[in-house]
């Protein structure tokens, strides 16, 4: 007589594959087959990276600053230069060329500075941005300083601006004193003044030359008011 089976699991000495066995085989097999016959695409291009040179910089008034634009991840490293956001600047803002070439304004703009910003031509979601700022060595003089001027009489004022940069030349003409506006005499705006026709107390007035570049510099001349007498 042939021996019965020890166990369900068993057959003439050798397991029999339950069916829990069976199922996780099924699902590995089938998973296999399906990692095995699917298609794997490409991995996506890098990402187009902008870099912008100097980040930072310094230029006076009028002068230029030159940038530098480093595309990398893209065949088309063209880039486009803005100003605040203004495609090629402004007068105000200063000025940027299509090779980066930036030129601030003849006038300090405030704040005194300025975004430099490269966008690739490739992928515009892609920039690097930079920070200038605009900064001015202006100094004054002014001449005659002091002044003596006759009642009635003319008197041109010169002022001079020194600069490294190239900053606007014009100046704002004022004039000061107790017996300002009325009776203290015109100044035009090349600086010519005019003596009033009747000397004011007291007898001296101030006029003064204003940066329009850079209203922070200013220079001031004593005037003194006369009174000539003439005997026939």
């Given at each position: 007589m042939l021996p019965f089976p020890r166990s369900t699991g068993e057959i003439f000495g050798k397991p029999?594959?339950?069916?829990?066995?069976?199922?996780?085989?099924?699902?590995?097999?089938?998973?296999?087959?399906?990692?095995?016959?699917?298609?794997v695409g490409p991995p996506p291009p890098p990402a187009i990276i902008v870099s912008v040179s100097p980040l930072t910089g310094t230029v006076l008034l009028g002068n230029t600053l030159p940038f530098t634009a480093m595309v990398t991840n893209t065949t088309d490293t063209a880039v486009s230069w803005s100003v605040n956001g203004i495609a090629g600047g402004s007068s105000s803002l200063g000025t940027i060329s299509a090779t980066g070439s930036y030129t601030a304004p003849s006038d300090l703009?405030?704040?005194?500075?300025a975004q430099i910003t490269a966008t690739?031509?490739?992928?515009?979601?892609?920039?690097?941005?930079a920070t200038v700022s605009i900064i001015s060595d202006i100094t004054l003089s002014l001449a005659p300083?002091?002044?003596?001027?006759?009642?009635?009489?003319?008197?041109?004022?010169?002022?001079?601006?020194?600069?490294?940069?190239?900053?606007?030349?014009?100046?704002?003409?004022?004039?000061s004193g107790s017996s300002c506006p009325t009776a203290c005499g015109t100044v035009d705006s090349s600086g010519r003044f005019t003596a009033p026709g009747i000397l004011p107390s007291p007898s001296g007035v101030t006029l003064t030359a204003q940066s329009v570049a850079d209203p922070s510099k200013q220079i001031s001349a004593a005037v003194t008011l006369q009174a000539i007498l003439r005997y026939s």
């Amino acid at each position: 007589m042939l021996p019965f089976p020890r166990s369900t699991g068993e057959i003439f000495g050798k397991p029999r594959p339950t069916f829990a066995g069976l199922l996780a085989f099924g699902a590995f097999a089938t998973a296999g087959c399906s990692v095995g016959s699917g298609t794997v695409g490409p991995p996506p291009p890098p990402a187009i990276i902008v870099s912008v040179s100097p980040l930072t910089g310094t230029v006076l008034l009028g002068n230029t600053l030159p940038f530098t634009a480093m595309v990398t991840n893209t065949t088309d490293t063209a880039v486009s230069w803005s100003v605040n956001g203004i495609a090629g600047g402004s007068s105000s803002l200063g000025t940027i060329s299509a090779t980066g070439s930036y030129t601030a304004p003849s006038d300090l703009p405030s704040p005194a500075s300025a975004q430099i910003t490269a966008t690739s031509q490739a992928d515009h979601t892609k920039s690097s941005t930079a920070t200038v700022s605009i900064i001015s060595d202006i100094t004054l003089s002014l001449a005659p300083n002091p002044a003596n001027v006759e009642l009635g009489a003319t008197q041109a004022f010169q002022a001079t601006l020194t600069s490294a940069g190239h900053p606007d030349t014009a100046m704002r003409w004022t004039l000061s004193g107790s017996s300002c506006p009325t009776a203290c005499g015109t100044v035009d705006s090349s600086g010519r003044f005019t003596a009033p026709g009747i000397l004011p107390s007291p007898s001296g007035v101030t006029l003064t030359a204003q940066s329009v570049a850079d209203p922070s510099k200013q220079i001031s001349a004593a005037v003194t008011l006369q009174a000539i007498l003439r005997y026939s």
